[in-house]
């Protein structure tokens, strides 16, 4: 394992480096949203946007695990997963759309929080495995 993911103080900086890749998986997530509704119906967009998530996700998780890597797999599929509901409801849901109909949607919202975590979980997983796997064999 890691050795930054046993050190039980996160640093400031680790704090931001974090924040950052939930921050940009969201907005990228978010972009996928905004264009569909450009060029699609809602229904296609939603669709997309599923599709889109986990492929966004397993770019930033491996950025993130390969560079970083200073929480478990476990903690950063739910710091992100809880960072994009949060943005979700206090940006999307509260400021943007001023309703929280999108909760209510399956494919919509709780989906795609399923494979945002399930996909960062699984990358967390097997990077951290492949580095520890690394440390033995050296």
Known sequence: M????????????????????????WVLCGAIVIVGRQIWTMETTLIVHAL????????VSLIYFTYFSYTTPLQTATIFTLSAIMLDLTVVATI????YAMFGSLN?????????????YLIGSLITKRKA???VTS
């Open 2 to 25: 890691d050795n930054r993911q046993t050190n039980s103080h996160i640093t400031p900086t680790a704090i931001v480096i974090i924040a950052a890749h939930a921050l940009v998986a």
């Open 52 to 59: 889109g998530v986990p492929v966004i996700f397993l770019f």
């Open 96 to 99: 943007i759309e001023r309703s």
């Open 108 to 120: 919509g919202t709780w989906i795609p929080f399923g494979l945002m975590f399930l996909t960062t």
């Open 133 to 135: 796997s690394q440390v």
